[in-house]
T-cell receptor
Framework: EAGVTQSPTHLIKTRGQQVTLRCSPISGHTSVYWYQQALGLGLQFLLWYDEGEERNRGNFPPRFSGRQFPNYSSELNVNALELEDSALYLC???????????FGPGTRLTVL | AQTVTQSQPEMSVQEAETVTLSCTYDTSESNYYLFWYKQPPSRQMILVIRQEAYKQQNATENRFSVNFQKAAKSFSLKISDSQLGDTAMYFCALLNNAGNMLTFGGGTRLMVKP
């Protein structure tokens, strides 16, 4: 069974640009989660999508947004990139709200 | 708000020996789940072990076991017969049903020495 996949692996952008990260969950999983892992800040919860709806949001500004598609894959969009957005963005999926979250390999975003 | 604290930023252990990583947490929820994840240099976050708070029995997974002390809000990970491949960052994490978000500790960097 395939695990969670993310694309791209690496991205380099400049300040002010916009970026889209993609995630495909494990087959049968309907919930997708996004986390940010920035140096010095640890792992922080960004967004939770389930059945196409945004269910919960972490303490991040509105320029962080996303969506979930009918096939349960998800996109994370970040507008007006700032230097501090440089981080590893991890996507996870689960079957339901008590299930273990399984992580993808992440997308490394560098903002110059 | 819930918090997870890992008080050991770095640890090292000799190959084949046993090491224990500490984790304490705080939550007002009665129903929650605790996890240990491993993040090797490849950066892929890998599940090590899961514990349901309503279960009194400590979870075990091959060489990995936990000591879950609910009253003390403590959740330590014991790695037996340490192997070089265990070298990684280990994160303790808490999940409750309220918002489905994992709250992570700051991590413990474990080095297994030959």
């Amino acid at each position: 069974e395939a695990g969670v996949t993310q694309s791209p692996t690496h991205l380099i952008k400049t300040r002010g640009q916009q970026v889209t990260l993609r995630c495909s969950p494990i087959s049968g999983h309907t919930s997708v989660y996004w986390y940010q892992q920035a140096l010095g800040l640890g792992l922080q919860f960004l967004l939770w999508y389930d059945e196409g709806e945004e269910r919960n949001r972490g303490n991040f500004p509105p320029r962080f947004s996303g969506r979930q598609f009918p096939n349960y894959s998800s996109e994370l969009n970040v507008n007006a990139l700032e230097l501090e957005d440089s981080a590893l963005y991890l996507c996870a999926s689960s079957r339901d709200n008590t299930d273990t979250q399984y992580f993808g390999p992440g997308t490394r975003l560098t903002v110059l | 708000a819930q918090t997870v604290t890992q008080s050991q930023p770095e640890m090292s252990v000799q190959e084949a020996e046993t090491v224990t990583l500490s984790c304490t947490y705080d939550t007002s929820e009665s129903n929650y789940y605790l996890f240990w994840y491993k993040q090797p240099p490849s950066r892929q976050m890998i599940l090590v072990i899961r514990q349901e708070a309503y279960k009194q029995q400590n979870a075990t997974e091959n060489r990995f076991s936990v000591n879950f002390q609910k009253a003390a809000k403590s959740f330590s990970l014991k790695i037996s017969d340490s192997q070089l491949g265990d070298t990684a960052m280990y994160f303790c994490a808490l999940l409750n049903n309220a918002g489905n978000m994992l709250t992570f500790g700051g991590g413990t960097r474990l080095m297994v020495k030959p």
